[in-house]
């Protein structure tokens, strides 16, 4: 089995609060939707490839909570293949916490998914700096080498980029002067 993330990030490393002004407004967070203006053309082309593509997803119990309360209750709009493949295929969530998941194929996972995850990561980085939110990447944290597999803009500014994990990073050792 391949596993894939998907991130949307802005150049800041922002990723919370993507899609509407009130999709996660945790900690007081004001900047909500930033993503849907530049979500056009190659970008919609893309992800719509990865979501047909996708055998089952794999979300965190934020994440899952967001999308079962928006994509798990639209109508079928008939022609949205991100649409579809959430609500036809599987969802597996992380979560030590959700216990009733509310989205028809759903199952909670509550082990050490964490570990799982090292095949694929897939960035979409938006040209906008958000200033405040959620960053993809904590401050402090494991390190990770990662190889560029793919790379494209899209004409408005979103650049797409593939990695696979690598093992740790070298670093440069101090020498004697």
Same mark, same amino acid.
């Given at each position: 089995?391949?596993?894939?993330?998907?991130?949307?990030?802005? #150049?800041?490393?922002?990723? @919370?609060?993507?899609?509407?002004?009130?999709?996660?407004?945790?900690?007081?967070?004001?900047?909500?939707?930033?993503?849907?203006?530049?979500?056009?053309?190659?970008?919609?082309?893309?992800?719509?490839?990865?979501?047909?593509?996708?055998?089952?997803?794999?979300?965190?119990?934020?994440?899952?909570? %967001?999308?079962?309360?928006?994509?798990?209750?639209?109508?079928?709009?008939?022609?949205?293949?991100?649409?579809?493949?959430?609500?036809? @295929?599987?969802?597996?969530?992380?979560?030590?916490?959700?216990?009733?998941?509310?989205?028809?194929?759903?199952?909670?996972?509550?082990?050490?998914?964490?570990?799982?995850?090292?095949?694929?990561? %897939?960035?979409?980085?938006?040209?906008?700096? %958000?200033? @405040?939110?959620?960053?993809?990447?904590?401050?402090?944290?494991?390190?990770?080498?990662?190889?560029? #597999?793919?790379?494209?803009?899209?004409?408005?500014? #979103?650049? %797409?980029?593939?990695?696979?994990?690598?093992?740790?990073?070298?670093?440069?050792?101090?020498?004697?002067?």
């Amino acid at each position: 089995m391949k596993l894939t993330t998907v991130t949307h990030v802005s #150049v800041d490393g922002v990723m @919370q609060g993507l899609g509407g002004p009130g999709e996660d407004r945790r900690g007081g967070f004001e900047r909500g939707g930033w993503a849907p203006p530049l979500f056009v053309d190659e970008a919609t082309t893309f992800l719509n490839g990865v979501f047909q593509r996708a055998d089952a997803f794999l979300l965190g119990r934020r994440t899952y909570e %967001i999308f079962a309360g928006s994509w798990g209750v639209w109508p079928d709009p008939g022609n949205s293949p991100i649409w579809k493949a959430l609500n036809t @295929q599987p969802k597996y969530v992380a979560s030590t916490t959700l216990t009733e998941p509310r989205w028809a194929n759903t199952t909670v996972l509550s082990g050490d998914v964490a570990a799982a995850i090292g095949d694929e990561i %897939i960035l979409l980085t938006y040209p906008v700096v %958000i200033g @405040q939110g959620t960053r993809l990447f904590p401050d402090t944290g494991r390190d990770r080498a990662l190889e560029l #597999v793919e790379s494209r803009a899209t004409s408005s500014g #979103v650049t %797409i980029q593939v990695y696979r994990p690598t093992g740790r990073p070298q670093y440069v050792t101090a020498t004697a002067t």
